[in-house]
């Protein structure tokens, strides 16, 4: 089957694009959620603790700013890049997806992290930290 770029997709496809990170659409998502891991990193001493993150994550009216799924593809990228590395386990707390109390992976920066393709924040400012670096 022949695709363009204009055609509109169904539903499990757009998903599995939002999995893999190559949805261009997606872009300004990802890069939020990374300046996102790169706030709480610099903050918590190089560890990303998920319910840190999730929170950080949440918009002014308390939604959240990105769907849970391009969090876990962003952070399957850094860990695939070996920018985060697994640092044991964590409870998770107050999640909207109904996964409170279970448990769920806490990642620390890697020393061999590279600099950030983008680092856009949240309200579309760079970041001025360093890159995931402890």
Do not use: C, F
Request: hydrophobic share 30%; charged share 25%.
């Amino acid at each position: 089957m022949t695709t363009y770029p204009s055609a509109p997709v169904d539903g499990a496809t757009q998903d599995t694009l939002d999995l893999l990170g190559v949805d261009p659409s997606k872009r300004t998502d990802r890069e939020v959620v990374e300046a996102a891991v790169e706030d709480v990193a610099a903050e918590h001493g190089g560890v990303i603790d998920p319910n840190i993150l999730r929170d950080r994550l949440k918009g002014d009216d308390g939604r959240p700013m990105v769907r849970p799924q391009i969090v876990g593809s962003v952070i399957n990228a850094l860990a695939r890049s070996k920018r985060i590395v697994p640092d044991g386990w964590v409870i998770t707390t107050h999640s909207p997806t109904g996964n409170s109390g279970r448990p769920a992976r806490r990642w620390r920066t890697s020393s061999r992290s590279p600099s950030p393709k983008s680092a856009a924040g949240r309200r579309g400012a760079v970041s001025t930290r360093p890159p995931l670096a402890t």
